[in-house]
């Protein structure tokens, strides 16, 4: 079964940080790049990140550059979303995407004191 499945959502705190990850199965992991999405209510997806394939070169949203952290492990068919210095702005359900393969189900990430 080809499916993405993100984890590692939360209540988080102004400042916090959070780590999500992206298991992708059924399919060859390696053979796609990824993206990051986000989600707000009312608001328009907006593309958090991006990862080539073999993971050695990214792009962030002018949004989260210098905060959030786009990583993955080939081998273990995982993509990661390193999340610091977390703003009640960054409030949204986030998704991993592959656009020849689809998206995850989305986790959850709220900041607020």
């Known amino acids: 079964q080809v499916q993405l499945v993100e984890s590692g959502g939360g209540l988080v705190q102004p400042g916090g940080s959070l780590r999500l990850s992206c298991v992708a199965s059924g399919f060859t992991f390696s053979s796609y790049a990824l993206n990051w999405y986000r989600q707000a209510p009312g608001k328009e997806r907006e593309l958090v990140a991006n990862?080539?394939?073999?993971?050695?070169?990214?792009m962030y949203a002018v949004s989260v550059h210098g905060r959030f952290t786009v990583s993955r492990d080939n081998v273990k068919n995982t993509a990661y979303l390193r999340m610091n210095n977390l703003k009640p702005e960054d409030t949204a359900v986030y998704y991993c995407?592959?656009?020849?393969?689809?998206r995850g189900q989305g986790t959850q990430v709220t900041v607020s004191s």
């Open positions: 995407n592959i656009p020849e393969i689809g």
């Open positions: 990862i080539t394939r073999a993971g050695d070169n990214w």
